[in-house]
């Protein structure tokens, strides 16, 4: 499975860049396949590992913050391995005219 999601602290001013990398180095911490851009951070392995994952990484931000926004897109799609590579890699073959 793969989740994308986003952790916003709320109430501790317009610069949350601290807080978000808190959250983002848990992520790159756990070991699991993930990717980062301006919107999301994407982690992909099984359920219950990610979701791990998903929840240390709130918990860093809330331990700071006196509320957290979190936002969560999930596929769950058994079976499949790389996905965080190989669906951009099929975007991109069919955008080269493969």
Do not use: C, H
Request: proline fraction near 4%; glycine fraction near 10%.
């Amino acid at each position: 499975m793969i989740v994308a999601f986003s952790v916003t602290p709320l109430g501790v001013g317009e610069d949350v860049g601290e807080y978000v990398a808190e959250a983002v180095r848990v992520v790159r911490e756990s070991g699991l396949p993930n990717r980062t851009d301006a919107m999301f951070t994407s982690v992909e392995g099984e359920w219950d590992e990610v979701m791990a994952v998903v929840k240390r990484a709130v918990a860093v931000v809330e331990a700071r913050a006196p509320r957290v926004s979190v936002v969560m897109k999930a596929d769950i799609r058994p079976g499949v391995k790389d996905g965080l590579t190989s669906k951009v890699e099929t975007v991109e073959r069919q955008l080269s005219g493969g």
